[in-house]
């Protein structure tokens, strides 16, 4: 059974900064890319960023590039996304996503096991 498991997520000002994580159980970690979506109500879920599994070259969407950064740390079997520079339009429910094999993707129909999600809330 794969679970993700995201955190870090909260109510900040613009400006600001937030680190998420996403903490995998249940498969090996290090032979997987990951990616982080986003969703608000009424909307698709949305491409953030995809990191493959040599974490080598991530691939970002332009609206946070130059702002967001992924990492992983296939030890401790977790991804983090930090965010700065944070923007109100940046609010929505974040889920980590695991795509088995070791290219990333920016669809999210590649991506087969998904974490229950993290409310980021940015106000101006």
């Known amino acids: 059974q794969v679970q993700l498991v995201e955190s870090g997520g909260g109510l900040v000002q613009a400006g600001d900064s937030l680190r998420l994580s996403c903490t995998a159980s249940g498969r090996t970690f290090s032979n997987v890319a990951m990616g982080w979506f986003r969703q608000t109500p009424g909307k698709e879920r949305e491409f953030v960023v995809a990191?493959?599994?040599?974490?080598?070259?991530?691939y970002y969407a332009d609206s946070v590039k130059g702002r967001f950064t992924i990492s992983r740390d296939n030890a401790k079997n977790t991804v983090y996304l930090q965010m700065n520079s944070l923007k109100p339009e940046d609010t929505a429910v974040y889920y980590c996503?695991?795509?088995?094999?070791?290219?990333?993707?920016?669809?999210?129909?590649?991506?087969?096991?998904w974490g229950q999600g993290t409310q980021v809330t940015v106000s101006s």
């Open positions: 990191i493959s599994r040599s974490g080598v070259n991530p």
């Open positions: 996503a695991i795509r088995p094999s070791s290219w990333r993707s920016t669809n999210n129909y590649d991506y087969d096991y």
